[in-house]
C-alpha cells in the first residue's frame, strides 16, 4: 500500500510516482480533496473513498457520502479528539471605524497599513480579555505580518511573523517558541495553512479579503490548526475570528 498525505497536492506528480511503483492500494489523505488541481485524475487515482460504516453506526449515525464530513467531525468533538470551535464573524470596516482607523475594505487589505493595526487591535483583545494563549493570524502579505508583529510587541505582547522568505530553523524556532509560550501571537501569511502541528493553538485570527466565506476550503484549512483537541494533544475549545 502507498499511502499519500496531503494528497490534493502534486495529483500529476503522484500519477507518475505511482506508475513506477509497485502496489495493490493507493490511500490518500486529505482534508480538501476539493482543492486538488485536476478533477479528473484525482478522481481516477482515489476514485474509492474509505467511509468508516461500523465507527459511525456504534455512534448511532447512518453513513451517507453526503453528511460523512459532518457526522465524523461531530463524533470526533464529542470523543476530544477535535476541539470544539466557536466562530465569530468581525466586519473589517466596523472595527476600523471603532479604533478610528482609515481603512477601505474595498480596496486591498494588505496594501493598508491601518490593516496591521487592526490585526494586532484584535490579537490584543483575544489575548488580554478572551484568555487566549496561542494565537495565529492569518493575513496576505509578508510587510502586513511583520507590521502587526511590530505593533504587537510594542503593546507588551510577544509576537512575530513567519513566512517562507525565513530559514527553516528560524521558522521552526518561531514555532517552537509558541508551543512553549514564549511567543504568544504568530502571524502567517500561508506557511501554517496545512502541514504543520501546533495543537496547543486556542485562538485564530483569519484575517484575509479572498477567505470570505467560511465553506472555502482555505478556511477549512486554516481553522484546522486549531482544531486539535485533548485526546490528539491539544485543546478542548478554540476560539475563531473571522474578518470579513
Known amino acids: 500500500m502507498i499511502v499519500c498525505d496531503e494528497a490534493h497536492h502534486g495529483i500529476a506528480e503522484q500519477e507518475r510516482v505511482y506508475s513506477k511503483i509497485g ?3 493507493i490511500l490518500g489523505l486529505t482534508a480538501t480533496p476539493e482543492l486538488n488541481k485536476d478533477n479528473v485524475k484525482f478522481n481516477k487515482i482515489y476514485r474509492k473513498m474509505l467511509v468508516p460504516k461500523d465507527y459511525l453506526s456504534k455512534h448511532g449515525k447512518k453513513p451517507k457520502i453526503s453528511t460523512i464530513s459532518q457526522d465524523m467531525k461531530s463524533i470526533l468533538v464529542k470523543e476530544k479528539f477535535l476541539s470544539t470551535e466557536t466562530i465569530v464573524k468581525f466586519f473589517a470596516a466596523h472595527e476600523a471605524d471603532v479604533l478610528g482607523l482609515t481603512f477601505e ?3 486591498p487589505w494588505q496594501k493598508q497599513p491601518s490593516s496591521s493595526m487592526m490585526m494586532a487591535e484584535l490579537s490584543k483583545k483575544m489575548y488580554e480579555e478572551n484568555n487566549c494563549k496561542r494565537i495565529l493570524v492569518f493575513c496576505q502579505e509578508i510587510d502586513q505580518a511583520r507590521l502587526c508583529a511590530g505593533i504587537l510587541r510594542d503593546k507588551g505582547i510577544r509576537a512575530a511573523a513567519i513566512y517562507s522568505g525565513l530559514k527553516r530553523i528560524e521558522r521552526n524556532s518561531r514555532l517552537d517558541g509558541l508551543s512553549t509560550e514564549h511567543f504568544n501571537v504568530l502571524i502567517s501569511v500561508d506557511i501554517l495553512r496545512e502541514g504543520v502541528d501546533i495543537p496547543l493553538v486556542d485562538g485564530i485570527i483569519v484575517f484575509r479579503r479572498n477567505v ?3 465553506s472555502d ?7 484546522g490548526r486549531g482544531l486539535r483537541g485533548p485526546r490528539s494533544g491539544g485543546t ?4 475563531i475570528w473571522h474578518v470579513v
Open 23 to 25: 502496489h495493490k492500494q
Open 105 to 107: 475594505s474595498s480596496k
Open 212 to 214: 470570505s466565506e467560511e
Open 217 to 223: 476550503p482555505m478556511f477549512t484549512q486554516i481553522i
Open 236 to 239: 478542548e475549545e478554540c476560539l
